[in-house]
């Protein structure tokens, strides 16, 4: 009989979960519970589930890859390829802010998506875009603040960039699907840092599932340490990276007792040292949200097919809410 091995970091101790066919449908969560921010293509939801399974709030969406809760405690996400909005974490629900790529004049007639967004500390929104091949900040009223061309091999409507994100020194560090390169700009928009994501002696092999291959990176953290934490995306694999290029952590496919990693999208390194990342198109035997310890030994997962699918790039705990 098949099933999914996890591992309760209460009992310190493995645990098996029995599957009476691969169809069911279930949530689960293994260690300490936890509510659990998700979105799924598939399903077109974006939901707030807690540690039972059920939602607590949700909104539809299209296609997502990422959604953030800001300080004044609304949500920003995606609700298709181009718009991205800020909505209130209430019943209201409330769009209080909107930014849609495929709307701005200098984008007619181009396949741009959005990939990417940040609202910073000043109030502006950094946007990422695919297509157009720029990163820009935007004010509220709309007007763009500054922005600059990103280096791109040949823009790509679709993936040009997965995550994006401005760093603490002003820099932006993206993760280019397309090219399977993460580069880092400076304020000017110089490329200062690159990383080639390496197809370690393999070949590409075509799909989204663990069956699939490739270097077509999602998921960039800079570190305290100044490393960067990488989701290679379809290389299956979370990679902790030196300025120098060397790896200095890996985990992989096959790492994890009875589970198997497919689409690695985004990364979060935590303040404990352990590692969390979402593991997406794995299929229903395979948790979508991991977090590992320095060691490599499953210590929290959330794997909900009751809620969600097997697309669902964007999962993240929320601490308070």
């Known amino acids: 009989m098949p099933g999914w091995l996890a591992y309760d970091s209460v009992m310190q101790k493995p645990i098996l979960f029995l599957l009476i066919s691969c169809s069911l449908s279930f949530a689960a969560q293994t260690g300490e519970p936890r509510k659990v921010l998700c979105a799924d293509d598939s399903k077109q939801r974006l939901a707030l589930v807690n540690a039972d399974g059920k939602i607590e709030w949700e909104y539809k969406v299209g296609p997502i890859h990422a959604a953030h809760v800001l300080a004044n405690g609304n ?47 000043n109030g502006d929104t950094m946007i990422a875009e695919s297509g157009s091949s720029r990163i820009l900040e935007v004010a509220k009223d709309g007007k763009i603040t500054k922005q600059f061309p990103m280096k791109v091999s040949a823009s790509s409507g679709h993936s040009d960039t997965r995550q994006v994100v401005k760093l603490k020194n002003g820099h932006y560090l993206a993760a280019h699907e397309h090219d399977c390169m993460v580069r880092e700009y400076d304020t000017d928009g110089k ?81 404990n040292g352990n590692t969390r990342f979402v593991n997406c198109h794995a299929g229903p035997n395979a948790p979508q949200l991991i977090e590992v310890n320095a060691n490599k030994k499953l210590v929290w997962a959330m794997k909900d097919f009751d809620n969600f699918g097997d697309s669902t790039p964007v999962a993240q705990v929320i601490e308070k809410n």
């Open 75 to 121: 949500l920003l996400f995606q609700v298709n390829w181009s718009r991205v909005v800020e909505v209130t974490f209430d019943d209201k629900k409330e769009i209080v802010w909107e930014y849609d790529a495929s709307k701005r004049p200098e984008n007619a007639g181009k396949h741009v998506e959005v990939h990417a967004f940040q609202r910073l500390e």
């Open 191 to 271: 490329v200062v840092w690159e990383y080639a994501v390496p197809l370690f002696g393999r070949k590409p092999a075509g799909g989204h599932g663990p069956e699939a291959f490739g270097n077509a990176v999602f998921g960039v953290q800079r570190l305290e340490n100044g490393n960067t934490l990488i989701g290679t995306g379809n290389g299956h694999s979370v990679l902790e990276v030196t300025p120098k290029g060397e790896i200095v952590w890996k985990i992989e496919q096959n790492d994890l007792t009875g589970i198997q990693l497919a689409w690695v999208c985004g990364v979060e390194r935590l303040a």
